[in-house]
């Protein structure tokens, strides 16, 4: 088992987006009101007195969308200047990225996410789920504005749907060729729109790197720390390419031995597995309850302890909960 030392922190629950993977189309969600997600101050807090006493120094950034967090510029600041972090990211959709990136780098942002699952702007539209709203534009100048003031590594994430985007396999591989950046292949999971996985299922990692394989040539798989992050994709490249390949395999390979995180949602819960709901712990309420953050502590050290016990193991029929459902989607999780 992995030390445990990284956070993923929701900061909202709001998208702007509403890929398919995410949620369902028509689905009702009531999101969380601004008084019920942590503040600022209680997330630092908890950062400050809670995970980095028990070890945790890597902080990634998720929503929803979190560039719609009010005070997000500040808010990274904060976090990258408190003794104990060590790594700062952040995972968008980039559609607010362009005016921002300058901002959030010059606040001690480093490392950035994009969702990028596509580069048909019809076929992102439909992902996205804001047809005729031509979107893909304004996301394509966030990757470059990021990319223009220095993020490094600069990850674009690809969520690949059978029949949707995974013709486009190979032309979202090239994007590594001639620039830096670092395609990250993830399998479809079932969090978030069940039955839009029960209808299209997932594409094993294996049956894509061979794609590329049989395209280009693929590198064995790096481990010399060539690309700096902090979560389970195996890295390949394409020879001579200035970039990397990354595959996110949940369905298909069994990696709770390798977890190293833990999430905290923009209302306060800790969850210890993305694909077990069991072990939540409600930090927030008993922050504004008045119990002390050493008693917060220790709370958060037992669920370290239950982690393995926690991590999902085994999946049935190819789903990860056997019963097809979550009280949670993954926007609202944070990924």
């Not at 019920?36 to 990634?60: A, K, N, W, Y």
């Not at 470059?144 to 993020?151: E, H, I, K, N, P």
Request: charged share 20%; with cysteine.
């Amino acid at each position: 088992m992995n030390p445990v030392d990284y956070l993923r922190i929701s900061l909202i629950d709001r998208c702007n987006f509403r890929c398919q993977y995410c949620m369902p189309e028509d689905a009702e969600l009531e999101y969380i009101l601004q008084q019920q997600l942590l503040s600022s101050s209680e997330l630092l807090t908890l950062l400050e007195e809670v995970f980095i006493p028990l070890g945790f120094h890597r902080f990634r950034l998720t929503g929803g969308e979190p560039l719609l967090r009010p005070g997000v510029v500040d808010l990274v600041r904060s976090i990258a200047h408190l003794p104990g972090t060590e790594d700062l990211s952040m995972t968008t959709n980039g559609f607010l990225l362009a005016g921002m990136a300058g901002d959030l780098y010059q606040a001690g942002l480093r490392r950035i996410n994009i969702s990028l699952d596509s580069l048909d702007s019809v076929t992102f539209e439909q992902i996205i789920g804001n047809r005729g709203k031509a979107r893909w534009q304004q996301v394509w100048e966030g990757i470059l504005a990021a990319y223009q003031v220095g993020f490094n590594p600069l990850k674009l994430n690809v969520v690949v749907i059978p029949g949707i985007n995974d013709h486009e396999i190979l032309k979202l591989a090239a994007l590594t060729l001639d620039r830096r950046w670092h395609v990250r292949f993830i399998e479809f999971m079932p969090i978030g729109n069940g039955e839009l996985f029960q209808e299209r299922a997932w594409i094993p990692s294996a049956e894509l790197r061979q794609q590329i394989k049989n395209h280009w040539g693929l590198t064995d798989q790096l481990t010399g720390g060539e690309v700096r992050g902090a979560g389970p994709a195996d890295v390949f490249q394409i020879p001579g390419a200035l970039g990397t390949l990354g595959f996110i395999s949940q369905m298909s390979e069994c990696f709770c031995d390798r977890c190293n995180r833990m999430r905290l949602s923009a209302d306060g819960w800790l969850r210890p597995c993305l694909l077990n709901e069991t072990g939540e712990i409600d930090l927030k309420t008993s922050l504004r309850q008045g119990i002390s953050t050493t008693k917060l502590r220790q709370q958060v050290a037992q669920l370290l302890r239950l982690k393995p016990e926690i991590n999902y193991k085994e999946r049935t029929s190819g789903i990860a909960n056997p019963s097809g459902s979550y009280h949670r989607t993954m926007s609202q999780i944070g990924g």
